[in-house]
């Protein structure tokens, strides 16, 4: 079921286990202006899940902001043929001859630039993602870039603490190391998204961040300020 967050923004939460760490997933709908739905990180589209998308308007946008995130991106362009796809480069190369298929750039695009931000973050060579910033309800969207786990399982608070995520909210370890040598490029990008004045974290996966979103995001790269 969908879940109200604010006036116009709303999420799915859906379980997702991978190698017995329940990372969970999570879409998320933004109402825009003009009453069409932006449909961030789709996952399974249920009959009653699309019923109640049709219940709230037209779903016009549909985007995989990471490279992870189209495991059930045709059930939803099958669902909603009529919807444009706006996808990172590595996914949009896959469905370049879908008409209304676009491949996302750094900055917004009319007709969603007036109410949705966002940037093509830059976090080495093996993770691409575009993070987004709804300035209605001062909400940010991250894909994998950073996330909390809080699952009590064995393999997930191991694999949280191996890679720094347990209970906090951080990016992954492994992005310090894919980005030796390009911490300039990193920094530009947290400098980027900390100009937005975002209360709300709503990550793909994990827990969200309810509250002061921009100190918690910024305390999560504050290694990143020193970095050359």
């Given at each position: 079921?969908?879940?109200?967050?604010?006036?116009?923004?709303?999420?799915?939460?859906?379980?997702?286990?991978?190698?017995?760490?329940?990372?969970?997933?999570?879409?998320t709908?933004?109402?825009l202006?003009?009453?069409?739905l932006?449909?961030?990180?789709?996952?399974e589209?249920?009959?009653?899940?699309?019923?109640?998308?049709?219940?709230?308007?037209?779903?016009?946008y549909?985007?995989?902001?990471?490279?992870?995130?189209?495991?059930?991106?045709?059930?939803?362009?099958?669902?909603?043929?009529?919807?444009?796809?706006?996808?990172?480069?590595?996914?949009?190369?896959?469905?370049?001859?879908?008409?209304?298929?676009?491949?996302?750039?750094?900055?917004?695009?009319?007709?969603?630039?007036?109410?949705?931000?966002?940037?093509?973050?830059?976090?080495?060579?093996?993770?691409?993602?575009?993070?987004?910033?709804?300035?209605?309800?001062?909400?940010?969207?991250?894909?994998?870039?950073?996330?909390?786990?809080?699952?009590?399982?064995?393999?997930?608070?191991?694999?949280?603490?191996?890679?720094?995520?347990?209970?906090?909210?951080?990016?992954?370890?492994?992005?310090?190391?894919?980005?030796?040598?390009?911490?300039?490029?990193?920094?530009?990008?947290?400098?980027?998204?900390?100009?937005?004045?975002?209360?709300?974290?709503?990550?793909?996966?994990?827990?969200?961040?309810?509250?002061?979103?921009?100190?918690?995001?910024?305390?999560?790269?504050?290694?990143?300020?020193?970095?050359?």
């Open positions: 079921m969908l879940q109200r967050v604010d006036a116009h923004l709303w999420i799915a939460g859906d379980p997702l286990r991978v190698f017995g760490i329940e990372l969970g997933r999570r879409m709908v933004i109402a202006p003009d009453g069409s932006f449909v961030h990180s789709p996952w589209m249920t009959p009653e899940r699309k019923r109640r998308l049709l219940d709230l308007g037209q779903v016009r549909i985007v995989a902001p990471g490279r992870f995130h189209d495991l059930y991106l045709e059930q939803a362009l099958e669902a909603f043929p009529q919807a444009e796809l706006h996808a990172i480069p590595s996914i949009f190369r896959r469905f370049s001859s879908r008409p209304g298929a676009f491949p996302l750039p750094d900055r917004a695009v009319s007709p969603w630039g007036d109410a949705i931000d966002q940037h093509a973050f830059r976090a080495g060579p093996f993770h691409s993602e575009t993070v987004f910033f709804h300035r209605e309800s001062r909400s940010l969207l991250p894909a994998d870039l950073c996330f909390r786990l809080e699952g009590r399982g064995p393999m997930t608070r191991l694999a949280g603490h191996g890679f720094g995520v347990h209970q906090r909210f951080s990016p992954t370890r492994d992005i310090r190391l894919w980005t030796l040598g390009q911490r300039r490029l990193l920094r530009a990008s947290v400098e980027r998204v900390l100009e937005w004045p975002f209360e709300r974290i709503v990550p793909a996966h994990g827990e969200m961040i309810r509250e002061n979103g921009r100190e918690v995001f910024e305390a999560a790269f504050g290694w990143v300020s020193g970095s050359t």
